[in-house]
Protein backbone atom coordinates (compact mmCIF):
# COMPACT_ATOMS: atom_id res chain seq x y z
CA UNK A 1 0.00 0.00 0.00
CA UNK A 2 2.77 2.17 0.92
CA UNK A 3 5.17 1.95 -1.93
CA UNK A 4 6.48 5.47 -1.56
CA UNK A 5 6.92 5.87 1.81
CA UNK A 6 10.10 3.16 1.52
CA UNK A 7 11.87 3.84 5.12
CA UNK A 8 15.88 3.56 5.85
CA UNK A 9 15.79 0.21 4.10
CA UNK A 10 19.10 -2.42 4.60
CA UNK A 11 20.54 -4.15 2.18
CA UNK A 12 21.02 -7.63 2.36
CA UNK A 13 24.52 -9.45 1.78
CA UNK A 14 24.16 -12.86 0.33
CA UNK A 15 26.35 -15.48 1.54
CA UNK A 16 26.63 -19.38 0.95
CA UNK A 17 25.84 -21.55 4.23
CA UNK A 18 24.44 -25.05 5.01
CA UNK A 19 21.71 -25.37 7.76
CA UNK A 20 24.27 -27.61 10.19
CA UNK A 21 26.03 -23.80 10.57
CA UNK A 22 26.99 -23.08 13.91
CA UNK A 23 24.22 -20.19 15.45
CA UNK A 24 25.97 -16.76 15.28
CA UNK A 25 25.38 -13.01 15.35
CA UNK A 26 26.58 -10.92 12.40
CA UNK A 27 30.36 -9.02 13.32
CA UNK A 28 30.48 -5.62 13.76
CA UNK A 29 27.98 -3.28 12.10
CA UNK A 30 26.60 -5.78 9.75
CA UNK A 31 23.23 -6.30 11.11
CA UNK A 32 21.55 -7.71 7.71
CA UNK A 33 20.45 -11.09 7.58
CA UNK A 34 20.78 -13.46 4.41
CA UNK A 35 18.45 -15.14 3.24
CA UNK A 36 16.94 -18.13 0.88
CA UNK A 37 13.73 -18.01 -0.17
CA UNK A 38 12.07 -20.81 0.19
CA UNK A 39 8.68 -20.14 -1.34
CA UNK A 40 6.29 -17.03 -1.75
CA UNK A 41 2.71 -17.25 -2.00
CA UNK A 42 0.83 -13.81 -1.88
CA UNK A 43 -2.63 -13.47 -1.91
CA UNK A 44 -4.25 -10.65 -4.05
CA UNK A 45 -3.27 -7.32 -4.11
CA UNK A 46 -2.40 -4.28 -5.83
CA UNK A 47 1.29 -4.18 -6.13
CA UNK A 48 1.23 -8.14 -6.91
CA UNK A 49 2.89 -8.78 -9.81
CA UNK A 50 4.61 -5.67 -9.54
CA UNK A 51 6.63 -6.07 -6.56
CA UNK A 52 8.20 -7.94 -8.00
CA UNK A 53 7.46 -7.53 -11.82
CA UNK A 54 6.36 -10.93 -12.99
CA UNK A 55 7.04 -11.31 -16.97
CA UNK A 56 5.69 -13.76 -19.39
CA UNK A 57 6.71 -17.46 -18.67
CA UNK A 58 7.66 -16.45 -15.12
CA UNK A 59 6.98 -19.61 -12.71
CA UNK A 60 6.86 -19.81 -8.94
CA UNK A 61 10.28 -20.79 -8.64
CA UNK A 62 11.28 -17.81 -10.48
CA UNK A 63 9.41 -15.38 -8.61
CA UNK A 64 11.20 -16.72 -5.35
CA UNK A 65 14.43 -15.90 -6.88
CA UNK A 66 12.78 -12.57 -8.39
CA UNK A 67 11.83 -12.02 -4.23
CA UNK A 68 15.44 -12.92 -3.21
CA UNK A 69 17.03 -10.35 -5.18
CA UNK A 70 14.74 -7.76 -4.33
CA UNK A 71 16.04 -8.71 -0.67
CA UNK A 72 19.24 -8.61 -1.58
CA UNK A 73 18.94 -5.19 -3.28
CA UNK A 74 16.62 -3.78 -0.05
CA UNK A 75 13.49 -3.65 -2.43
CA UNK A 76 9.99 -3.82 -1.10
CA UNK A 77 8.41 -6.92 -1.54
CA UNK A 78 4.50 -7.14 -1.75
CA UNK A 79 2.74 -9.80 0.16
CA UNK A 80 -0.56 -8.76 -0.79
CA UNK A 81 -3.86 -8.77 0.90
CA UNK A 82 -4.85 -11.15 4.27
CA UNK A 83 -2.97 -14.60 4.07
CA UNK A 84 -0.04 -14.10 1.86
CA UNK A 85 3.34 -15.26 2.57
CA UNK A 86 6.84 -15.02 2.05
CA UNK A 87 9.09 -17.79 3.90
CA UNK A 88 12.37 -18.09 3.91
CA UNK A 89 15.56 -19.32 5.08
CA UNK A 90 18.18 -17.72 7.37
CA UNK A 91 21.81 -18.55 5.39
CA UNK A 92 22.83 -18.46 9.45
CA UNK A 93 20.77 -19.45 11.95
CA UNK A 94 19.84 -17.26 15.30
CA UNK A 95 19.79 -18.18 18.50
CA UNK A 96 16.36 -18.53 20.08
CA UNK A 97 16.81 -15.68 22.14
CA UNK A 98 17.55 -13.54 19.44
CA UNK A 99 15.64 -9.76 18.41
CA UNK A 100 15.30 -9.10 15.14
CA UNK A 101 13.33 -6.61 12.89
CA UNK A 102 11.53 -7.21 9.32
CA UNK A 103 11.85 -4.40 7.48
CA UNK A 104 9.08 -2.57 5.59
CA UNK A 105 7.71 0.35 4.09
CA UNK A 106 5.45 1.39 7.38
CA UNK A 107 4.78 5.49 7.79
CA UNK A 108 3.40 6.50 11.15
CA UNK A 109 0.13 6.59 9.65
CA UNK A 110 0.03 3.80 7.81
CA UNK A 111 0.62 0.35 9.18
CA UNK A 112 0.18 -3.27 7.27
CA UNK A 113 0.39 -5.51 10.04
CA UNK A 114 2.38 -8.78 9.47
CA UNK A 115 2.58 -11.79 11.69
CA UNK A 116 6.11 -13.46 11.97
CA UNK A 117 6.72 -17.09 11.83
CA UNK A 118 9.58 -19.09 13.25
CA UNK A 119 11.00 -22.17 13.18
CA UNK A 120 14.47 -24.38 13.55
CA UNK A 121 15.82 -27.05 11.21
CA UNK A 122 15.68 -29.74 13.58
CA UNK A 123 16.32 -32.68 11.13
CA UNK A 124 18.88 -30.41 9.08
CA UNK A 125 17.26 -31.32 5.67
CA UNK A 126 16.45 -27.10 4.79
CA UNK A 127 13.33 -27.43 4.70
CA UNK A 128 10.27 -25.88 7.36
CA UNK A 129 8.89 -29.33 7.62
CA UNK A 130 9.81 -29.87 11.69
CA UNK A 131 6.36 -29.56 13.44
CA UNK A 132 4.64 -26.54 14.11
CA UNK A 133 5.37 -22.28 13.41
CA UNK A 134 5.89 -20.71 16.42
CA UNK A 135 4.37 -16.83 16.38
CA UNK A 136 5.98 -14.15 17.58
CA UNK A 137 3.22 -13.23 19.92
CA UNK A 138 1.65 -9.77 18.13
CA UNK A 139 -0.51 -7.24 21.31
CA UNK A 140 -3.67 -8.12 19.87
CA UNK A 141 -3.43 -12.24 19.99
CA UNK A 142 -6.31 -12.94 22.26
CA UNK A 143 -9.17 -10.79 19.57
CA UNK A 144 -7.29 -12.42 16.29
CA UNK A 145 -9.81 -15.61 14.82
CA UNK A 146 -8.41 -18.64 13.11
CA UNK A 147 -10.20 -18.15 9.68
CA UNK A 148 -10.02 -19.60 6.02
CA UNK A 149 -10.99 -17.16 3.34
CA UNK A 150 -11.22 -17.77 -0.39
CA UNK A 151 -10.59 -14.97 -3.12
CA UNK A 152 -12.30 -15.18 -5.91
CA UNK A 153 -10.66 -13.85 -9.85
CA UNK A 154 -12.65 -10.72 -10.89
CA UNK A 155 -14.83 -11.39 -13.57
CA UNK A 156 -14.83 -9.31 -17.19
CA UNK A 157 -17.53 -6.90 -15.81
CA UNK A 158 -15.90 -5.79 -12.17
CA UNK A 159 -16.35 -2.40 -10.83
CA UNK A 160 -13.16 -1.19 -9.45
CA UNK A 161 -15.00 -0.69 -6.51
CA UNK A 162 -15.94 -4.42 -6.64
CA UNK A 163 -13.16 -5.91 -7.99
CA UNK A 164 -12.18 -9.43 -6.03
CA UNK A 165 -14.47 -10.66 -4.33
CA UNK A 166 -13.56 -12.18 -0.76
CA UNK A 167 -15.44 -14.46 1.44
CA UNK A 168 -14.16 -15.26 5.24
CA UNK A 169 -15.29 -18.40 7.52
CA UNK A 170 -15.91 -15.68 9.96
CA UNK A 171 -19.17 -14.70 7.97
CA UNK A 172 -17.76 -11.43 6.65
CA UNK A 173 -16.90 -10.83 2.98
CA UNK A 174 -16.16 -7.91 1.16
CA UNK A 175 -13.80 -6.64 -2.04
CA UNK A 176 -10.38 -5.80 -3.12
CA UNK A 177 -10.89 -2.56 -4.95
CA UNK A 178 -8.56 -0.80 -6.86
CA UNK A 179 -7.88 2.44 -7.71
CA UNK A 180 -7.10 2.31 -11.76
CA UNK A 181 -4.71 5.89 -11.54
CA UNK A 182 -1.86 3.74 -9.95
CA UNK A 183 -2.78 -0.31 -10.23
CA UNK A 184 -4.11 -1.71 -13.62
CA UNK A 185 -1.89 -4.96 -13.73
CA UNK A 186 -3.86 -8.24 -12.32
CA UNK A 187 -3.65 -8.64 -8.69
CA UNK A 188 -4.02 -12.31 -9.24
CA UNK A 189 -0.91 -13.82 -9.16
CA UNK A 190 -0.35 -14.15 -12.46
CA UNK A 191 1.57 -17.57 -12.20
CA UNK A 192 -1.27 -19.12 -10.43
CA UNK A 193 -3.32 -20.30 -13.22
CA UNK A 194 -6.70 -20.49 -11.08
CA UNK A 195 -10.00 -19.17 -10.46
CA UNK A 196 -9.64 -18.95 -6.41
CA UNK A 197 -7.49 -18.74 -3.63
CA UNK A 198 -7.54 -19.99 -0.45
CA UNK A 199 -5.92 -19.17 2.49
CA UNK A 200 -6.09 -20.20 6.04
CA UNK A 201 -4.47 -18.65 9.11
CA UNK A 202 -4.96 -15.81 11.91
CA UNK A 203 -6.78 -13.05 11.19
CA UNK A 204 -5.83 -9.85 13.51
CA UNK A 205 -8.68 -7.10 14.02
CA UNK A 206 -9.29 -4.53 11.52
CA UNK A 207 -6.49 -1.83 12.34
CA UNK A 208 -7.36 0.93 9.96
CA UNK A 209 -10.16 3.85 10.33
CA UNK A 210 -11.06 6.84 8.38
CA UNK A 211 -10.38 10.10 10.65
CA UNK A 212 -12.99 12.90 9.67
CA UNK A 213 -11.13 15.47 11.88
CA UNK A 214 -7.99 14.81 9.06
CA UNK A 215 -10.19 13.81 6.62
CA UNK A 216 -7.58 10.61 5.95
CA UNK A 217 -7.42 7.03 6.60
CA UNK A 218 -5.05 5.69 9.81
CA UNK A 219 -3.48 2.67 9.87
CA UNK A 220 -2.79 2.02 13.62
CA UNK A 221 0.51 -0.14 13.98
CA UNK A 222 0.50 -3.06 16.44
CA UNK A 223 2.85 -4.30 18.07
CA UNK A 224 5.18 -7.73 17.98
CA UNK A 225 4.11 -8.00 13.76
CA UNK A 226 6.63 -6.60 10.93
CA UNK A 227 5.58 -3.39 8.80
CA UNK A 228 3.92 -1.74 11.64
CA UNK A 229 6.65 0.51 12.71
CA UNK A 230 9.10 2.57 10.98
CA UNK A 231 12.09 0.63 10.46
CA UNK A 232 14.55 2.62 13.00
CA UNK A 233 11.78 2.43 15.43
CA UNK A 234 12.98 0.33 18.68
CA UNK A 235 9.03 -0.81 18.15
CA UNK A 236 9.87 -2.23 15.35
CA UNK A 237 12.06 -4.95 17.11
CA UNK A 238 10.67 -8.28 17.69
CA UNK A 239 11.25 -10.64 20.75
CA UNK A 240 11.95 -13.83 19.66
CA UNK A 241 11.68 -15.10 23.01
CA UNK A 242 8.05 -14.21 23.23
CA UNK A 243 6.68 -17.38 21.13
CA UNK A 244 3.43 -19.03 20.89
CA UNK A 245 2.47 -22.39 19.34
CA UNK A 246 -0.56 -23.69 17.53
CA UNK A 247 -2.40 -23.81 20.63
CA UNK A 248 -1.88 -20.06 21.82
CA UNK A 249 0.66 -21.94 24.30
CA UNK A 250 3.88 -19.93 25.70
CA UNK A 251 6.60 -21.81 23.29
CA UNK A 252 10.25 -21.20 22.86
CA UNK A 253 13.00 -22.66 20.71
CA UNK A 254 16.79 -23.33 20.66
CA UNK A 255 17.35 -21.52 17.47
CA UNK A 256 15.84 -20.29 14.55
CA UNK A 257 16.46 -21.58 10.58
CA UNK A 258 12.91 -20.49 9.57
CA UNK A 259 11.04 -17.08 9.26
CA UNK A 260 7.40 -16.94 7.78
CA UNK A 261 6.09 -13.27 7.38
CA UNK A 262 2.21 -13.57 6.23
CA UNK A 263 -0.39 -10.34 5.94
CA UNK A 264 -2.45 -10.48 9.34
CA UNK A 265 -5.15 -8.31 8.65
CA UNK A 266 -8.27 -8.26 6.03
CA UNK A 267 -9.58 -5.08 5.36
CA UNK A 268 -10.05 -2.19 2.49
CA UNK A 269 -9.05 0.91 3.30
CA UNK A 270 -10.67 3.51 0.08
CA UNK A 271 -7.93 5.17 -2.16
CA UNK A 272 -5.52 2.96 0.00
CA UNK A 273 -6.67 -0.24 -1.06
CA UNK A 274 -5.85 -3.33 0.98
CA UNK A 275 -4.09 -3.95 4.10
CA UNK A 276 -0.86 -5.74 2.76
CA UNK A 277 2.52 -6.39 4.22
CA UNK A 278 5.94 -5.82 2.30
CA UNK A 279 8.99 -7.03 3.58
CA UNK A 280 12.47 -5.41 2.55
CA UNK A 281 14.66 -7.26 4.38
CA UNK A 282 15.66 -9.07 8.00
CA UNK A 283 17.72 -7.73 10.09
CA UNK A 284 19.34 -8.83 13.89
CA UNK A 285 19.28 -6.36 16.41
CA UNK A 286 22.44 -6.82 18.68
CA UNK A 287 22.74 -5.56 22.70
Known sequence: MKHSAILMIATLAMAGCNSSEEVIYPDGDDSSLAVEVIDYSPAPGQFVNVLPEWTEGMTAADMCR???????????????????????????????????????????????????????????????????????????????????????????????????????????????????????????????????????GLRLPDNGHFDESKMMYILDPVLGTADSFLNYSANAILDLGDLVDASGLPATTTRVDFIKVVTGVLQANGPLGECSTEVCGFEIVTP
Open 66 to 200: AVEKSLAEGREVTLGAWGGSLTVRLLRPLDGNARIKVLGNAITTGSEPGLVYVMADANGNGKPDDGDWLLVRPENYDLAKQVTVTYSRPADDATDEQYIAWTCSDGTKGYLNRVVQYHTQPFIPCWKNTEQLTFN
